[in-house]
């Protein structure tokens, strides 16, 4: 994984508000500072890819109920060896969480931005630096993987009455607007 690519990708993207903005701010900053970017076992952080799947009407979101987590949130997990790219990886991880293989990228371009703390009693606490990107499912048929307490088609219009994330929030109304 080439860090002036990701260094390029994240700079290119426009911030939707104040939040994505810092996010973006502090991505630049991990990426200036860590050679070990993408990598799981960096316990500072790590670069994660994920997908905000749509359906091809573009009015619903497929997420999941994260049973590590225990909240819904977009697909997406962490960058594998052989991903060629943070896009790839994304729809990697969409297709492995979904059971979706007809899942294609909406755009190439980022999608979204966002980094969050994380706190388990199995990993020393770091940072996830979220890269997201906007991919269709050409079906709607899903299968729930070990991840996942659940899967569901949202309606964009309701992803605020099921989460508090002010970035599943966001995503939402990115393509409202």
Known sequence: MNPQNCIQAVSSHT???????????????????????WQRDN??????????????ARSHVLLTHHRKFDCWLQLGGHVDQG?????????????EESGIQAIE?????????GHHPINTAKE???VHYDIRYL?????????????SNDLAWI???????????TALHRMADKLAS
């Open 124 to 126: 020393p606490s770091h």
């Open 15 to 37: 911030p939707f508000d104040q939040e994505e903005a810092e996010s973006i701010i502090a991505t630049l900053a991990f990426l200036g500072e860590q050679s070990r970017f």
């Open 105 to 113: 990228p909406l755009q190439a371009t980022i999608f979204d931005i």
């Open 155 to 165: 309606p964009l219009a309701e992803v605020a009455t099921i989460s508090s994330s």
């Open 135 to 147: 991919l269709v499912a050409k079906t709607v048929d899903f299968v729930v993987s070990e991840e």
């Open 83 to 95: 991903d060629e790219s943070l896009l790839a990886a994304a729809l990697r991880e969409a297709r």
């Open 43 to 56: 316990y500072v952080g790590h670069l994660t890819a994920s997908a905000w799947v749509v359906n091809q």
